[in-house]
């Protein structure tokens, strides 16, 4: 498993002196892109291919959000191709061997020019080497939107929520759908499931649905026909 180690840092934390999860998904998100770059398949690589990896979707289960200035280490590992399709797994543990989190993920290889799936080279097959899956419970990669969820305020999207592909990053969608939490909701999954990109200009329409006891939370961020450009479910601590 391909590792950096790390330290919480203040701006990092929430009002409870604990790493946000948006800051622990951007860890893994920085690792996944640490690993590319250090292997020589990173972003100068893709620019020379016109290609990207867009990632598909998210499952991120959290034991405990480490605190200020705690080390940690962060580890990512591949661990299968499907043809344009690929999947690896993260970690985030203290330096004493604790688990803290740990994530699938899916991604797809595109073609920039025509906008179509891409099959990776024999150097990202021979440089990204498969480990084996991660011991933990697989969610399904779809998300199920209840009918029962109400509709929220438009918003535009602004600059600050671009990346360098100039669609919304993949973390801004996540944040996005915490806005529509309780204060007192401390999330122990994640999933979220990418269906569009959203860019500059563009307005997004949310539909929060929450179950009975309000410890699940599936916000769809909406395109204006309804179509989603991202699905985001939220699982309470201890209810997942």
Not at 18 to 28: E, G, V
Not at 35 to 51: A, F
């Amino acid at each position: 498993m391909y590792t950096f180690d790390s330290r919480v840092r203040y701006s990092e934390v929430g009002i409870d002196g604990n790493m946000t999860l948006i800051a622990l998904l951007d860890y893994f998100q920085d690792c996944s892109t640490f690993h590319s770059e250090d292997i020589g398949l990173g972003t100068d690589y893709l620019m020379e291919l016109n290609q990207v990896w867009m990632l598909s979707a998210w499952q991120i289960c959290v034991n405990r959000y480490p605190h200020l200035c705690e080390k940690i280490v962060i580890g990512t590992a591949p661990y299968d191709f499907k043809g344009f399709v690929g999947y690896r797994n993260f970690e985030m543990r203290t330096q004493e061997g604790e688990v803290l989190s740990y994530a699938n993920s899916i991604w797809s290889l595109m073609d920039l020019g025509k906008m179509t799936p891409a099959r990776p080279s024999e150097r990202m097959l021979a440089g990204y080497v498969l480990e084996e899956k991660y011991p933990m419970e697989y969610a399904p990669r779809k998300i199920h939107v209840p009918a029962e969820g109400e509709r929220a305020e438009s918003f535009v999207v602004k600059e600050h929520h671009l990346d360098t592909n100039n669609h919304v990053n993949n973390g801004q969608y996540v944040r996005m759908a915490m806005d529509y939490l309780p204060k007192d909701f401390q999330v122990g999954q994640l999933r979220v499931e990418y269906k569009n990109q959203a860019v500059l200009g563009e307005r997004i329409h949310p539909v929060v649905a929450k179950d009975t006891e309000e410890s699940l939370y599936t916000i769809s961020l909406n395109r204006e026909d309804g179509r989603p450009y991202s699905i985001v479910e939220l699982s309470r601590a201890g209810k997942q």
